[in-house]
């Protein structure tokens, strides 16, 4: 690669890694707070917290992969178009397409990124994070069990446990289920213990006895038990799907869609199509947004009033290509023989981007560009 490519190369990969890292931490401070709260009001350590974030990283980072490309790109050419370094290379002879070579270099290494992260990462990391908020769920003492409080979990339930040992079993159980209009259920036992099933948590008590009062005939029942179960998965709620999310599902499935899925992931087949293609397409974006950046502040080459006017350009151009992104999405997932249209944001991105670079290089346009800014100059002395 020539020192020009290789120099333009390491500015985009250097300015593009400091953004990336400025809005993935704007973003995440955001989310923690609330992540932070509901975490340790629930009992888990900082380690868990931490774990959650690191999970829900790497979506963060694809969201905004194509925002820093493009934040990238037209910072650096702002800023050697300011030095005049991009000027000297057109003046050697550098058409606007080769000074976009290394451009679309660095959009490529970005689309890489971001295809690792959608096929890969993002499916894997979603997968962990739904086990372990299942894991976390079904962890009743770290949730809400609490030695020597009575505590209210639901309307109509009173808990209260006397002592929680270090290896977690629970000391001097009473439990009062009074959900049951007209009737009172309450149960008493020496010790307890919690156990997991595939119906979510159970609590089983030992030692113990169960006093049913009927309001209506004021009739109280006594039963004593060695043993008995008692279900908390409407207690304290599963805290597992039924099913999976179309986010954990591979790129694979998706694009075969096929019925089982389909019932599984309980999305139509439009929707899982657009999802798999939107997993193709949308890394695109990244190529297009920095084209769009370099070539817009490459037209401002040619005025004399700064660039500020191109970098505006440029924004209003991206916001029309996530418009088109967003149309098509929403076309795509309305018909599962529209899924064409995801394809349709990086294709007129990348166009938008090739035209710009190609009017950044006519010898009439520049005529005509030039004249109107002297002809501005001249109307504001």
Request: glycine share 8%.
């Amino acid at each position: 690669m020539p020192r020009f490519d290789r120099y333009l190369l390491s500015q985009l990969l250097a300015l593009f890694g400091f953004f990336s890292l400025l809005l993935v931490s704007v973003y995440w401070v955001n989310r923690a707070v609330g992540l932070f709260d509901q975490l340790i009001g629930d009992g888990q350590s900082a380690l868990v917290f931490v774990e959650f974030s690191l999970l829900t990283l790497p979506n963060v980072i694809r969201l905004v992969l194509p925002i820093s490309s493009f934040v990238a790109a037209v910072y650096v050419a702002n800023r050697l178009m300011n030095d005049s370094e991009l000027v000297v290379m057109q003046a050697t002879g550098f058409s606007s397409f080769r000074l976009a070579r290394p451009v679309i270099v660095f959009g490529l290494v970005v689309m890489l990124m971001m295809s690792v992260l959608t096929h890969v990462l993002v499916p894997i990391s979603r997968t962990a994070l739904t086990e372990r908020s299942a894991e976390i769920a079904e962890n009743v003492t770290a949730r809400f069990l609490r030695s020597g409080q009575f505590l209210h979990p639901a309307d109509g339930l009173t808990l209260y446990i006397r002592d929680i040992t270090d290896t977690g079993e629970l000391r001097d159980i009473f439990l009062s289920d009074d959900r049951t209009e007209g009737q009172t259920l309450t149960y008493t036992a020496r010790r307890a213990l919690l156990a997991r099933s595939e119906d979510g948590p159970k609590l089983l008590m030992f030692e113990g006895m169960t006093q049913e009062l009927d309001q209506a005939s004021r009739r109280l029942s006594v039963t004593r038990f060695a043993d008995v179960t008692y279900d908390l998965g409407g207690l304290l709620g599963d805290g597992r799907e039924s099913a999976r999310s179309i986010d954990e599902a591979s790129t694979l499935e998706l694009l075969r869609a096929d019925a089982g899925l389909s019932a599984e992931l309980r999305s139509s087949r439009a929707n899982l199509l657009q999802e798999g293609h939107s997993r193709i397409a949308q890394p695109f974006l990244a190529v297009a947004a920095a084209l769009i950046g370099f070539g817009a502040l490459l037209l401002g080459a040619f005025s004399r009033f700064g660039l500020w006017r191109q970098i505006g350009v440029a924004v209003v151009l991206l916001i029309v290509v996530q418009m088109i992104n967003t149309q098509g999405t929403g076309l795509a997932i309305r018909s599962e023989n529209a899924w064409p249209a995801v394809y349709a944001a990086p294709i007129a991105g990348i166009g938008i981007g090739v035209l710009l670079l190609w009017m950044s290089q006519r010898p009439r346009w520049l005529s005509r560009a030039q004249r109107a800014g002297i002809a501005m100059e001249g109307t504001g002395a």
